[in-house]
């Protein structure tokens, strides 16, 4: 079994609203191997957000333990989480959340600018995450000369511009038509197995799913069910995942 | 500096709202350069540093009350005095009393006056042609180009408080620091109104040293304290600023206005900010989520806001520029123009718009910088929908 890149060890996350308290995951626990692609699953309100939240360092838990590699996150200051995000983590959102005022480019480099590369280098790494998701001849458009599959693209470019070990992804194909989601899902896809990346993904599509190696299902804050693919680059494929999803 | 771009397209987003904000920025900068500037203008020297050897000497009770025409020896033999000469205003009226045709007119002892006043300088004709017409008149140079008057014109001024009329000639045109008055020889008025002989307005002394502008003041007044017509004397400068304490506390005023202008721009730039910082919610969410801190996230609000008002400030700067000769010029033609004289393009003044504006544009920041640095990347997120 390859080591453990995500460790979730008894994770609780309240909120509170006004004088109720809420508990959204309760004494979760869960590893995730690198270089795995992992789907969670559940209905709405079942914690996966959160629980993506969590593992990408946005959110802290009530109690519990996270640990990324050798980072305890659930640990780090604020200051710290924020660096430790800019390393270590790629994100892509359901609504692709491109700053509108700035290109392909520019929205590529926006990571990028945090680190310490010229701007040859930052150039050079941009412009070849934007040739990784084939856009390379969209560098000088806005977010609003682009189409939703193509703006989702330049996210996941941005996403990856650093680097990252760890991919997360919320809803990435949930505001998308069915062929450019499928066109997110061959990247990401492509994105595990070529290039080795982590990928954490939400998703209410079993389409979606299908394409993980592993299925995570939550409902109520606890773990439901964990589905593992068969085979060394199997996938859980539509059939299992819908079931699952389901509840059968 | 990489993140300039950002800031800067950030802040044009929405166009129209950016340029009427800065546009809202640079009205009231270039009201508060205006007001600040006729402020300063009061208290400036127009004399080139001659005026602080002047001391005016008139009645304690007020400057309506005439004193002895006598007392003129006794304060010329006061060591420290070097000139002493009368200046009597006379009033009246030129052709009516709109404020075009309002200037300063007074009886003068010709052959003293460019002593007392010797930065003035006579630009046409001469001060021997002037001293030596009873009726002639020294003019100042716009007086005479708002006239359209030349050497030999004569004119006439309609007696009212002193109910004499006096036809004058043009004998000599000064320039100086208020180039709107005339000056002729006060006899004119005592041969017409012989009641009014050997009383006095004004002595202006022109002091030795500044030590004796010190203690001229008391001496002078000291000398006629007992006397049925007792003095009050003070400086120039002292003697001018009595004049605008007349129009009530300006200095209050005026700081009033410009504390009221900087407020409003605070509220224009605070609401401009603040709406874009709350429509941008999601964005900040995203930004923070890429790595970026706190810290960073104020810094670029604020740069925004700064970005914004210093342009507000500096296009308000250029367009005060611009508009100066032009302000000071209609000022120097209006029956303000004693108060114009002083304008100029004051360091201090511009130097306080810029500053007041820079500090509205951070103060207008803050808020809605720390309240986006603050909210959570969770909350943030969830705005989407």
């Given at each position: 079994?390859?080591?453990?890149?995500i460790?979730?060890?008894?994770?609780?996350?309240?909120?509170?609203?006004?004088?109720?308290?809420?508990?959204?995951?309760?004494?979760?626990?869960?590893?995730?191997?690198?270089?795995?692609?992992?789907?969670?699953?559940?209905?709405?309100?079942?914690?996966?957000?959160?629980?993506?939240?969590?593992?990408?360092?946005?959110?802290?838990?009530t109690?519990?333990?996270?640990?990324?590699?050798a980072?305890?996150?659930?640990?780090?200051?604020?200051?710290?989480?924020?660096?430790?995000?800019s390393?270590?983590?790629?994100?892509?959102?359901?609504?692709?959340?491109?700053?509108?005022?700035?290109?392909?480019?520019?929205?590529?480099?926006?990571?990028?600018?945090?680190?310490?590369?010229?701007?040859?280098?930052?150039?050079?790494?941009?412009?070849?995450?934007?040739?990784?998701?084939?856009?390379?001849?969209?560098?000088?458009?806005?977010?609003?000369?682009?189409?939703?599959?193509q703006?989702?693209?330049?996210?996941?470019?941005?996403?990856?511009?650093?680097?990252?070990?760890?991919?997360?992804?919320?809803?990435?194909?949930?505001?998308?038509?069915?062929?450019?989601?499928?066109?997110?899902?061959?990247?990401?896809?492509?994105?595990?197995?070529?290039?080795?990346?982590?990928?954490?993904?939400?998703?209410?599509?079993?389409?979606?799913?299908?394409?993980?190696?592993?299925l995570?299902?939550?409902d109520?804050?606890?773990?439901?069910?964990?589905?593992?693919?068969?085979?060394?680059?199997?996938?859980?494929?539509?059939?299992?995942?819908?079931?699952?999803?389901?509840?059968? | 500096?990489?993140?300039?771009?950002?800031?800067?397209?950030?802040?044009?987003r929405?166009?129209?709202?950016?340029?009427?904000?800065?546009?809202?920025?640079?009205?009231?900068?270039?009201?508060?350069?205006?007001?600040?500037?006729?402020?300063?203008?009061?208290?400036?020297?127009?004399s080139g540093?001659?005026?602080?050897?002047?001391?005016v000497?008139?009645?304690?009770?007020?400057?309506?009350?005439?004193?002895?025409?006598?007392?003129?020896?006794?304060?010329?033999?006061?060591?420290?005095?070097?000139?002493v000469?009368?200046?009597?205003?006379?009033?009246g009226?030129?052709?009516?009393?709109?404020?075009?045709?309002?200037?300063?007119?007074?009886?003068?002892?010709?052959?003293?006056?460019?002593?007392?006043?010797?930065?003035?300088?006579?630009?046409?004709?001469?001060?021997?042609?002037?001293?030596?017409?009873?009726?002639?008149?020294l003019?100042?140079?716009?007086?005479?180009?708002?006239?359209?008057?030349?050497?030999?014109?004569?004119?006439?001024?309609?007696?009212?408080?002193?109910?004499?009329?006096?036809?004058?000639?043009?004998?000599?045109?000064?320039?100086?620091?208020?180039?709107?008055?005339?000056?002729?020889?006060?006899?004119?008025?005592?041969?017409?109104?012989?009641?009014?002989?050997?009383?006095?307005?004004?002595?202006w002394?022109?002091?030795?040293?500044?030590?004796?502008?010190?203690?001229?003041?008391?001496?002078?007044d000291?000398?006629?304290?007992?006397?049925?017509?007792?003095?009050?004397?003070?400086?120039?400068?002292?003697?001018?600023?009595?004049?605008?304490?007349?129009?009530?506390?300006?200095?209050?005023?005026?700081?009033?206005?410009?504390?009221?202008?900087?407020?409003?721009?605070?509220?224009?730039?605070?609401n401009?900010?603040?709406?874009?910082?709350?429509?941008?919610?999601?964005?900040?969410?995203?930004?923070?989520?890429?790595?970026?801190?706190?810290?960073?996230?104020l810094?670029?609000?604020?740069?925004?806001?700064?970005?914004?008002s210093?342009?507000?400030?500096?296009?308000?700067?250029?367009?005060?520029?611009?508009?100066?000769?032009?302000?000071?010029?209609?000022?120097?033609?209006?029956?303000?123009?004693?108060?114009?004289?002083?304008?100029?393009?004051?360091?201090?003044?511009?130097?306080?718009?810029?500053g007041?504006?820079?500090?509205?544009?951070?103060?207008?920041?803050?808020v809605?910088?720390?309240?986006?640095?603050?909210?959570?990347?969770?909350?943030?997120?969830?705005?989407?929908g």
């Open positions: 079994m390859a080591e453990p890149l460790r979730i060890e008894n994770v609780v996350k309240q909120y509170t609203r006004d004088t109720q308290v809420l508990t959204v995951l309760d004494g979760l626990s869960l590893e995730v191997e690198k270089g795995d692609f992992v789907a969670l699953m559940g209905p709405s309100g079942s914690g996966k957000t959160t629980l993506l939240n969590l593992i990408a360092g946005i959110d802290r838990p109690s519990g333990r996270i640990l990324v590699g980072d305890e996150v659930s640990a780090m200051s604020e200051g710290a989480l924020a660096r430790w995000r390393e270590n983590v790629g994100f892509i959102f359901q609504l692709y959340n491109l700053v509108p005022v700035l290109t392909a480019f520019e929205n590529v480099e926006l990571p990028l600018l945090l680190t310490r590369l010229s701007k040859a280098e930052r150039k050079k790494q941009a412009e070849t995450a934007l040739a990784v998701v084939a856009l390379s001849d969209r560098l000088d458009h806005y977010p609003r000369q682009l189409s939703g599959g703006e989702q693209r330049v996210a996941i470019a941005r996403a990856i511009a650093t680097d990252p070990a760890l991919l997360v992804a919320d809803e990435p194909t949930g505001d998308l038509d069915s062929k450019s989601g499928e066109e997110i899902l061959v990247l990401l896809e492509r994105l595990h197995s070529e290039f080795g990346k982590t990928i954490v993904m939400v998703t209410h599509d079993p389409k979606a799913a299908a394409r993980a190696h592993r995570v299902h939550l109520k804050g606890v773990l439901k069910e964990d589905v593992r693919a068969k085979g060394e680059k199997g996938e859980i494929g539509v059939a299992a995942a819908a079931a699952i999803a389901a509840g059968r | 500096m990489k993140f300039v771009p950002y800031v800067f397209r950030s802040l044009f929405k166009k129209t709202r950016s340029i009427l904000t800065i546009v809202s920025i640079v009205l009231p900068f270039f009201v508060i350069c205006v007001l600040g500037t006729l402020l300063m203008a009061l208290d400036a020297d127009t540093g001659k005026g602080m050897y002047r001391l000497v008139r009645h304690k009770v007020s400057l309506g009350n005439a004193i002895p025409e006598a007392y003129r020896e006794r304060i010329a033999q006061l060591p420290g005095v070097k000139d000469t009368i200046l009597n205003w006379f009033g009226t030129y052709k009516d009393n709109r404020p075009e045709n309002m200037f300063a007119r007074f009886g003068c002892e010709p052959d003293q006056l460019l002593a007392i006043f010797d930065e003035v300088t006579i630009v046409n004709g001469t001060a021997a042609d002037w001293t030596s017409d009873r009726s002639g008149a003019v100042g140079e716009r007086l005479m180009k708002r006239y359209g008057w030349k050497l030999g014109d004569k004119f006439v001024l309609k007696g009212d408080y002193y109910p004499v009329n006096l036809e004058l000639t043009v004998r000599a045109v000064f320039r100086g620091s208020d180039e709107t008055g005339i000056y002729f020889d006060r006899k004119v008025v005592e041969e017409g109104l012989p009641a009014v002989k050997g009383q006095v307005g004004t002595f002394i022109k002091a030795d040293s500044a030590e004796a502008v010190q203690r001229l003041p008391r001496v002078v000291a000398l006629f304290e007992n006397s049925s017509a007792p003095t009050k004397t003070e400086t120039e400068k002292e003697f001018q600023n009595g004049f605008v304490s007349m129009l009530g506390n300006v200095r209050a005023i005026v700081t009033g206005i410009s504390t009221a202008i900087g407020l409003v721009i605070l509220l224009i730039s605070a401009t900010m603040a709406m874009a910082a709350r429509e941008r919610v999601t964005e900040i969410a995203v930004l923070r989520t890429l790595g970026f801190g706190k810290p960073l996230i810094t670029l609000i604020l740069a925004e806001s700064l970005f914004l210093a342009t507000g400030a500096f296009v308000g700067l250029g367009l005060f520029r611009l508009a100066f000769p032009v302000l000071k010029e209609g000022l120097l033609n209006s029956p303000m123009a004693g108060f114009a004289a002083g304008m100029q393009l004051f360091p201090e003044v511009l130097l306080t718009g810029v007041i504006t820079l500090l509205v544009g951070l103060v207008a920041g803050i809605p910088a720390i309240r986006s640095a603050q909210r959570s990347i969770p909350d943030g997120l969830r705005q989407v």
